[in-house]
């Protein structure tokens, strides 16, 4: 079956960088687009950018841009986002979710990486 | 690329319909039959329930339905089971950017 299973979690101090993984099985990988989505505690989800596995080509959200890095790994059906310069507003859970028809709408989602940021 | 507009919270006894509204703008609900809506229970990740406004996955019962007209959706849900208890979340394609709803928290009294 299509699955995402992602990183584990993570805490940073602020400044720092963070990468989380999502590796995909049951599916080919570079079929689809991947994007990461975020949600801080007790709050909303964010969508924070796309990456084209087949291509490498990304697209990330305004708020995010200069700031979030989303790269491919096809050899091991392995997608990362990087955020760099991370803040205490940046602690969230962090999902991958696959895009079945570059539609913007997601399934499967990955488990979710908790990435705490303080210090 | 402002958040789509939900309701805070919506409820409803067991056996009752609830419908939840998301508003966006012509930019993204109103100009793309590309709506999504996601249940979330705590703790857990969101679970796709329905996509492209009114279709429904493999596995998503029928009483969850999707509709839209001009900029707003919505989300139905009939003969409410306690299990429905969740936030919901509505999701639009904006061709370069997807934006997210603030979310909805809906109880079954």
């Known amino acids: 079956q299509v699955q995402l299973v992602q990183s584990g979690a993570e805490v940073k101090k602020p400044g720092a960088s963070v990468k989380v993984s999502c590796k995909a099985s049951?599916?080919?990988?570079?079929?689809?687009?991947m994007h990461w989505v975020r949600q801080a505690p007790g709050q909303g989800l964010e969508w924070m950018g796309w990456i084209n596995p087949n291509s490498g080509g990304t697209n990330y959200a305004q708020k995010f841009q200069g700031w979030v890095t989303m790269t491919r790994d096809t050899s091991i059906s392995t997608a990362y986002m990087e955020l760099s310069r991370l803040r205490s507003d940046d602690t969230a859970v962090y999902y991958c979710?696959?895009?079945?028809?570059?539609?913007?709408?997601?399934?499967?989602w990955g488990q979710g990486t908790l990435v705490t940021v303080s210090s | 690329q402002s958040a789509l507009t939900q309701p805070r919270s919506v409820s409803g006894s067991p056996g009752q319909s609830v419908t939840i509204s998301c508003t966006g703008t012509s930019s993204d609900v109103g100009g793309y039959n590309y709506v999504s809506w996601y249940q979330q229970h705590p703790g857990k990740a969101p679970k796709l329930m329905i996509y492209?406004?009114?279709k429904r996955p493999s596995g998503v019962p029928d009483r969850f339905s999707g509709s839209k007209s001009g900029n707003t959706a919505s989300l139905t849900i009939s003969g409410l089971q306690a299990e429905d208890e969740a936030d919901y979340y509505c999701?639009?394609?904006?061709?370069?950017?997807?934006?997210f709803g603030g979310g909805t928290k809906l109880t079954v009294l």
């Open positions: 492209d406004v009114s």
């Open positions: 999701c639009s394609y904006a061709g370069s950017y997807v934006v």
């Open positions: 979710a696959r895009d079945p028809d570059g539609q913007g709408w997601f399934d499967p």
């Open positions: 049951g599916y080919t990988f570079t079929g689809y687009y």
